[in-house]
């Protein structure tokens, strides 16, 4: 009888999970042998979520089926919206409206995290954000749409809620976005409204001076301390009593885990994600893998947690996929282990900053920054390419992933 490891998720994590099933399954010579590997996504498509802030849309989109074909991975269009870990069953329903029940020997969680979207008045109907690829697209046919308006101070406005990771890299994009769009003549102006009393509070004060820097050479400005009240179709009012003007609205602020964790009985941090072990199991639910931005796992033995990030998803979902595949074989499992950490922040046309460990210690910055990032956002975090045995190689948890 055939036993089946499913994957829920076709991002990062659930990408590389499949694929290093696939390696650990060949490797133990059961590659044809009894034992399928299902990936279950809306469609076979690697969304490259960190550039979705740049234009163009189209190459934020990279095809999987026949990476998934060449190393025998079986894909079902569908989204998963039941979880039943006691019966060891997900429910799925496709475009169609169809809807089926698959069960599994094995279950790895990989359905990743979504933009947090509190109760703030008018954020649902005014904000926009980069958070999916349709957000995306969304965000880049409001702009060229104000391009036919006359210009204004409201109309040359965008304001970026939350400056971390993404809204840094948003607003550092935005200005020169807005003089491609609307005329090189344009006065834009670009605000970051952030409640901690920092620019890139997460990220530490290391990088922090480079980043201002940055960021003022371009124009752009912050408020910080301060949280966004309510947002209408021409503006917002913040915390401390301010209105600023502004016909686009772009939010960053936060994310939190697939609401499918909700549906496994686990303990969850903050976030929404499942508290993991090493192996990127479950404690107390037999047979279910969480991975990627899911899973809140450690990376080292010094305290230190995966990132909502694929720098870290990537390695989270090679660790996995081996993982599950060993436990169905009964082979031994390879910890998840990730000390190095890096971070490539990319500041618009004034270049990037990089820094090497959790203290984030600056190691390039500029235009030289901005070269490695490039090769990470067009080369790295693509997926592989190659015949059957060059995507296998590609699969290892073993192989260093920095970025």
Known sequence: MTQ?????????????????????????????????????????????R?????????????????????????????????????????????????????????????????????????????????????????LDAHLRKLALQPSSLARNTIVVVGGGFTGIETAAEMPARLRE??????????????????????????????????????GVSWRLGVEVESIDAEGITTSGGERIEAATVIWTAG??????????????????????????????????????DAARAATDDEGNVAMMSCQHAMALGRSAGHNVAADLLGLPKIAYSQPKYVTCLDLGPWGAVYTEGWSREVKMEGAEAKALKHQINTEWIYPPTGDRAELLRSADPGRIVVA
């Open 181 to 218: 769009i609307m005329g090189s003549d344009i006065e834009p102006r670009v605000i970051v409204v952030e409640r901690a009393d920092a620019i890139g509070p997460d990220l530490g004060p290391g990088p922090r001076p480079v980043i201002e820097k940055a960021l003022k050479s371009q």
């Open 50 to 138: 960190p550039r979705l802030y740049e234009v163009p849309q189209e190459a934020m989109k990279a095809p999987l089926q026949s990476v998934l074909d060449t190393v025998g991975v079986r894909f079902l269009a569908a989204r998963v919206d039941h979880i039943r870990t006691d019966a060891q069953e997900v429910d799925v329903v496709d475009a169609a409206g169809a809807r089926q029940t698959l069960a599994y020997d094995r279950l790895v969680l990989a359905a990743g995290s979504q933009l947090f979207r509190p109760p703030v008045p008018g954020l649902h109907a005014h904000a926009l954000s980069v958070d999916q690829y349709e957000d995306a697209l969304a």
């Open 255 to 292: 994310m939190r885990a697939t609401a499918l964790t909700q549906q496994i009985p686990a303990e969850r941090d903050a976030a929404g994600r499942i508290l993991v072990d090493r192996n990127l199991q479950v404690p107390g639910v037999p047979n279910v893998f969480v991975t990627g």
């Open 4 to 48: 089946r490891i499913l994957v829920v998720g076709a991002g990062f994590a659930g990408m590389w999970s499949a694929l290093s099933a696939a390696r650990a399954l060949d490797m133990a010579g059961h590659a044809n042998d009894g034992v399928e590997i299902l990936l279950v996504a809306p469609e076979p498509t690697l969304h490259v």
